[in-house]
C-alpha cells in the first residue's frame, strides 16, 4: 500500500517550498520530497570552518517577489537593508551606487547614471509585470491564451511609442556600447557590466547582455541580507508550508518519476513509493526529463529540445574565513556592510569572460563580496569574519576536467587577483573553500551548476523557457510540471516559478 497526495514536489528549493505551500493553502494534501539533509537548495546557510558559515549558493537577497511572500503570509528578517554597492578601485577611489545615484564619478557621469537607470527601469517595469504570469501559448488558439497574449501586448504598448520601439530593439543587444555610449568612468562601466552578466553565460559584448540586465532589474533592485543567511529564507517557507498542512521529508532523493499508461502516478524513492497523479518538479529540466522521468515518455522532438538546453554554469563561489576585516584605502570598516565590486572596467568583465567559451577559466576573474558576519554575528566568531565571493567566469567543462590542481590553481588566482584590490588579503585567511560549477551541480542537484537551471537567453525566454511546449510549468506528460529556476521567469532567490507553477495547477483543476 502506498501513501497517496495530491501532489508531490520534488525538491524543497525555495520554488519548491513557495509552490507546495500554495497548493497546501489551497487545501491539497502535499508532500515535498528532498535530496539534501536541508531544505533550500541554493538557497541556504551552511558552515564551511571550524565556528564559520556562509550562504553557501545565493548569498544575496534582492529578488524575492513580495507578492510571494504576502501569498504565503512568510516575512523575512533583515539584518541588512538597502545595501550600497561599491566598485572597488585599486587607487582608493570607489564608487558609491544605490538605485539612482552613484557616487565617486564626474558629474556628467553621475547624471547620466540617474537617466540610466530611470531608462532602464522602464523596460524593467514592462517586464515586471510579466514575472508573476504563465506566459501564454504561442498559436494555441485558446481564449485564454489569446486574452493573456492580448494583455501582454497592451502592457508593451503602454510603454508609448518611443519606448515600445527601443525595447523591442534593445533586448537583443549588448550592453557594452550602452555603457560605452552614456559613460566615461570604466569603474561604474565594470560594475553595471558585472551586474548584467552575473550567473549567465555571456559578456558583456554578447548580444542578449541586455535582455539580463533588465531582468536582474525587474527582479528587484534593493540589495539585502537576511538575518542568518538565505538559508533563513528557505527555513521560514519550510516552516510556514509545514505550518499550512505540507510534509517535508529531507534525506529522500525521488529515484524516479512512476509513469502508467502515458499519465506520471507518483515517485519511487529507497524509502518506497509515494503516489500522486501530479508530479511537480523543483529539480531542473534536464534532471527531470533525462534523470527521473526517462526520455522514453517524451515525444523525440521535445527530448531534443530539453537535450540541447543550454545549462552550463559559470560562476564559482569563493568563501574565506577571515582573522579581521582586509585593509582597503578609502573603504570604512561600515561600507564593507555593501555589496563589494571587483571589475576595473566593462572590457575588464569582457575579458575575464573570453576563456570560458574555450573551456579555460578566466585568469584575472570579476568579484561581488559580500561579508555578511559584518551585520550578523552568527557568521563568524566575535572579531573574526567571512567573505563569501561570486567569482567569474569558470567554466563547467573545463577543458582536461576539474581535478584537485585545476581547483587549486584557480582557487589560488582568485585570492591573487582579489589581493590587487585588496591588500595582503591572504595574510588573513584562516580557511578557504571554493566551488566550482562542478561542485554547485553536487551540492546543489543543478545541472551545470547552473543559477538559472538553464540559460536565461532570448532563446530560452519566456515562451520558450525552458524550451517550447514546456514553458507553461506544464511538461507533455499528463499530471508532470516543473516549478524550479528553469521555467518563468528564470533563476534567482524570486520565488515567482514556484508561485506561477502552483497558479497554473490550481487553475487547470478549477477548470475541470
Ligand atoms: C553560486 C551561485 C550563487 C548565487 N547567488 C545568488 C544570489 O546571491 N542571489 C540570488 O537571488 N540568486 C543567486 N543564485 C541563484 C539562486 O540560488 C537559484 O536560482 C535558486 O536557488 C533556484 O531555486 P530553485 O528552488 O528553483 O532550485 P534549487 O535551489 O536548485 O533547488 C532544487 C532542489 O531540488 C532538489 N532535488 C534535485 N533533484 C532531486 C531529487 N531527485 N530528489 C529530491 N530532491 C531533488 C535539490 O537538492 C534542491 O534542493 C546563485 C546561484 C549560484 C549557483
Known amino acids: 500500500m502506498t501513501e497517496r497526495y495530491d501532489a508531490i514536489v520534488v525538491g524543497a528549493g525555495h520554488n519548491g517550498l513557495v509552490c507546495a505551500g500554495l497548493l497546501a493553502k489551497a487545501g491539497k494534501k502535499v508532500l515535498v520530497l528532498e535530496a539534501r539533509a536541508e531544505v533550500g537548495g541554493a538557497a541556504v546557510t551552511r558552515p564551511f570552518a571550524d565556528g564559520f558559515s556562509v550562504s553557501a549558493g545565493a548569498h544575496l537577497l534582492h529578488q524575492l517577489q513580495p507578492r510571494v511572500m504576502k501569498a504565503l503570509g512568510v516575512r523575512i528578517p533583515l539584518k541588512s537593508e538597502r545595501m550600497p554597492t561599491i566598485a572597488l578601485s585599486q587607487s582608493g577611489d570607489h564608487v558609491f551606487m544605490d538605485e539612482q545615484t552613484a557616487v565617486g564619478v564626474s558629474d556628467q557621469d553621475a547624471q547620466a547614471f540617474t537617466e540610466f537607470m530611470e531608462w532602464s527601469d522602464t523596460f524593467a517595469g514592462f517586464l515586471n509585470k510579466q514575472l508573476m504570469k504563465p506566459p501564454p501559448r504561442l498559436g494555441s488558439g485558446s481564449f485564454n491564451d489569446t486574452i493573456k497574449l492580448a494583455r501582454l501586448g497592451l502592457d508593451l504598448r503602454m510603454l508609448g511609442k518611443a519606448d515600445m520601439r527601443d525595447f ?14 552614456r559613460f566615461e568612468s570604466d569603474l561604474l562601466k565594470g560594475a553595471i557590466a558585472l551586474d548584467a552578466v552575473t550567473g549567465t553565460h555571456t559578456g558583456p559584448r554578447s548580444p542578449g547582455s541586455m535582455i539580463t540586465w533588465l531582468y536582474r532589474l525587474c527582479t528587484g533592485g534593493h540589495v539585502s541580507q537576511p538575518a542568518g543567511g538565505l538559508g533563513a529564507v528557505s527555513d521560514a517557507l519550510a516552516e510556514r508550508a509545514e505550518a499550512l498542512g505540507v510534509t517535508i521529508r529531507t534525506d529522500t532523493p525521488v529515484e524516479g518519476i512512476v509513469v502508467d499508461n502515458g499519465r506520471v502516478v507518483g515517485v519511487d524513492t529507497a524509502a518506497g513509493r509515494f503516489s500522486s497523479w501530479k508530479v511537480i518538479s523543483n529539480a531542473d529540466p534536464k534532471t527531470t526529463v ?5 526520455a522514453r515518455h517524451f515525444e523525440s522532438t521535445f527530448v531534443r529540445r530539453v537535450h540541447h538546453l543550454r545549462s552550463k554554469g559559470n560562476v564559482a563561489k569563493l568563501h574565506v574565513a577571515l582573522d579581521a576585516l582586509p585593509e582597503i584605502s578609502g ?17 575588464a568583465v569582457e575579458r575575464a569572460f573570453n576563456p570560458v567559451k574555450y573551456g579555460r577559466c578566466s585568469s584575472q576573474p570579476v568579484f561581488e563580496l559580500s561579508f555578511p558576519s559584518v551585520s550578523d554575528d552568527s557568521f563568524a566568531p566575535a572579531g573574526k569574519h567571512v567573505m563569501s565571493a561570486l567569482v567569474q567566469f569558470a567554466p563547467y567543462d573545463l577543458a582536461g576536467g576539474w581535478s584537485d590542481v585545476a581547483r587549486a590553481d584557480f582557487h589560488d588566482a582568485a585570492l591573487r587577483v582579489l589581493e590587487e584590490t585588496l591588500p595582503r588579503l591572504r595574510d588573513l585567511v584562516l580557511h578557504s573553500e571554493l566551488l566550482t560549477p562542478v561542485d554547485l551541480e553536487a551540492e546543489f542537484g543543478m545541472s551545470g551548476g547552473h543559477w538559472h537551471h538553464g540559460e536565461l537567453g532570448l532563446d530560452q525566454f519566456m515562451f520558450v523557457r525552458p524550451v517550447a511546449g514546456a514553458a507553461q510549468y506544464r511538461m507533455p506528460l499528463e499530471g508532470l510540471y516543473l516549478c524550479g529556476a528553469g521555467t518563468h521567469p528564470g533563476g534567482g532567490v524570486t520565488g515567482a516559478p514556484g508561485y506561477n507553477a502552483a497558479q497554473v495547477i490550481l487553475e487547470r483543476e478549477r477548470s475541470r
Open 168 to 181: 523591442l530593439q534593445l533586448i537583443g543587444q549588448n550592453i557594452y556600447d550602452e555603457l560605452d555610449a
Open 290 to 294: 533525462f534523470g527521473l522521468v526517462g
Open 331 to 347: 573603504l570604512r570598516p561600515e561600507d564593507f556592510g555593501g555589496r563589494l565590486l571587483v571589475a576595473a572596467s566593462a572590457e
